[in-house]
């Protein structure tokens, strides 16, 4: 008996080795309303090109067919389901309206896509580029080095590249490594491999040691039965500094992004704001990476809307949370200081209600030497 109450208390401690919670919270860099963020889906195919895998953009009949996207029609479905952006990422073709819209952003991209037995990774470019990470490729027949070499050429136009659905059995990534990419699509519509996803992901940060930032990808194809509202639950929140196509491309290469699985009945507007900040003046923030020239940092989690679900800090030293807690009020603000031994590290924030299902995973901000 003595034991399992020792056990309960101990999960309600929970500090890991080199965390020292700090009594004093700053409340002066909570997110406030001077941050912009941009609820996003990633991911999505148009009626076009969503049940085909064209080859690599030099088919004529998909490029006429991409002519012919209904992008405009989901843009709109978009802002009446309350999101702000969208990116579409069309198989081995680049997507493109045909008119600019008033109701939401507009991101396009690519997914490099193989068929059976092959992986896929979204790679997007700077608004109004060419695609230039497009070649033609064999989609039945993808060797390792494309994949490689077509994140090289996305990174140096300034783009950037997702690994999508890494354990999709039909599509599974075709290495151990993320080959530079600089996202995961850690939540899709695949439920039973959320958590090998989470976990994929955290190893790939303790493994390579640079930042890599979480995605939720909608996945999303164009059925005759779906509805404005069933373009909701997984999305992103994208925290910008301009609310433009632009700006959406910077906060997304950057990770400053909370990916979201959610129920399709959820309002974005409900959706919980996770926001990190550390170092001196607590002024780093999601995305940034700070220089560091002492053994410990400090840092603030800021959790809003999110009473009742159960929180988990994540860093470079473990793969299992270095604390987990359960988020009391609306404002739910905790300050830690943290040990960082080596010359990289980071903090992250993950949060769940598991029987709703609900998911949340925030970008990092990480620490350098
Ligand atoms: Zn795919
Ligand atoms: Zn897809």
Redesign the pocket.
Known sequence: MRGFLFLILSAGIGLADGLRPVAEVDSAVLEDSADTWLVTMFHLHSAANAWRYSAGGEDEADRTLLEQSDIGRWLQAGGEAGLDALVFTE?NALARAQEPSEDCLLLCGV?F?GTQGHG?MNLVEPPDTQADCLRPLDAHQIPVEEYAAAIARVQARGGFAVV??PF?PS?PWPDPGCLGAQGIEVFGPLPGVLRKNLAWWQERLLAEQRPIFPVAGS?FHPLPLLRPGHLRGLVNRVRVEEATAEGLHAGLRAGRIVAYRFGPWTDPEDLPGVAICAGPGLAARMGDSLQLDAASVRFQVHLSGARGFQAHIFDETSSEPIYSYRVEGDDDVRAFDKDVAGDWGFVRVELERRWRLEHAASGLVCFER
Do not use: R
């Open positions: 198989h997914e896509s896929h999508n659905h999709h599509f996945d």
